[in-house]
């Protein structure tokens, strides 16, 4: 089946630094998606990536979608406390009807230190 | 709205046991997700159902059963509970929502941990 490779796997950082993550796969995507889990909780969808090279941002986040679909990678400006958690890429497959099957990256465990 | 809920939060089950975990949403989506996840290895999707009356399997369902009650809810049903079994289940919806180009979100419920000893 197809794979993500998300790194880092995790990352310590002091608040107020920018940081950067992404994920690679071996085929193609038509979206990449990118949730947040904070502990105890589900996923939250921060960002999602409809066409390749597209680059868009929300508040401190930003994130593109790779011109060759394969990749994609997330950025945090100016980190905060709140930030902490684990952060999933997600790519999605268009299959038959209206589901939509996601394959999600291993997480990046990010943790702020003040 | 409440979005996506799980029921229960928490179980721990004997080898063999079996149980039901319930999910419903009121977002009035047409597709519903299981998931589980362990430690390092993200999500992976168990079963799901694009609408109401079909189920389908996805990367990892042995071991597992899924109903589609209705449009609302979507329970997983572990028959024959396996220490493998462990993990966080999620439950999750969808629907397309159509604009100038495809657009796609998955909601999750706040997951199950499971135990199996």
Redesign the interface.
Known sequence: GQQLNQSPQSMFIQEGEDVSMNCTSSSIFNTWLWYKQDPGEGPVLLIALYKAGELTSNGRLTAQFGITRKDSFLNISASIPSDVGIYFCAGVSYSSGSARQLTFGSGTQLTVLP | NAG?TQTPKFQVLKTGQSMTLQCAQDMNH??M?WYRQDP??????IY????EG?T?K??VPNGYNVSRLNKREFSLRLESAAPSQTSVY?C?S???RWRD???????????TRLTVL
């Open positions: 996506v047409n597709s997700y390092g290895m993200g999500l992976r999707l799901y159902s694009a609408s079909t389908d996805g990367e999620f999750a969808s629907e397309i180009r495809g657009q796609y979100e998955q909601f999750f419920g706040p997951g």
